[in-house]
């Protein structure tokens, strides 16, 4: 397991990513990507495990439809060791990769549609590969999943006020520590 913040330094931020994708000609929204590799830890998948990278890009590519190669795939790697790093910090670094405060509130909704989004394909994705389908969601970790459900939902058409980003920042802390409950919940249940 990840003792420090080390590789949590090295996390790409939003706009990076999005150049990545849009220059390896795909049209996912890069916190769709990071919601996906959230959604395979809560699923189960080991960190620690030598083949963690590459199952990570392989099971992203799975639940989003696309391909990953090249600086992508790298970034990626870099992305998944950055939120594991994260993640398991005790003073909860982790965020879920959104766009800044500066984009426009419609982008930043849109991208917390997809962050949710990504995360219950990821789940699923994980869960499926793990052939763990017959085990049961701890209620927690399902009403959470149906919380998600209907944050994807979310109408991107709100009008950028005070009072539209205060409930987007409410959505995002919500989003943030549920995410960081399911997986380390997952972490500290894990036979070893």
Known sequence: MLDSLGAFEDMPDWEELA???????????????????????????????DNHLAQTVAATERALGMDVTGELAETMGRLSLATLSAIVDS?????????????????RLRSLSGWVTGFLSGFT?????RNASSDAVDTSTADILRDFAMLAQVDTDEADSD??????????????????????????????
């Not at 670094?93 to 426009?104: M, N, T, V």
């Not at 994705?125 to 590969?129: A, L």
């Open 19 to 49: 150049d990545l994708v849009f220059n390896a000609g795909q049209t996912v929204n890069p916190s769709e990507i990071h919601g996906v590799m959230v959604g395979l830890l809560a699923s189960g998948f080991d960190p620690a495990d």
């Open 91 to 107: 003073d909860y670094a982790f965020q879920p990769l959104l766009p800044s405060d500066d984009d426009a509130m419609e982008t």
């Open 125 to 129: 994705e994980g869960v499926s590969s």
């Open 163 to 192: 009072d539209a980003e205060r409930n987007l920042e409410e959505l995002i802390e919500y989003v943030r520590l549920a995410a960081v409950s399911i997986v380390q919940d997952v972490v500290n249940n894990r036979e070893f």
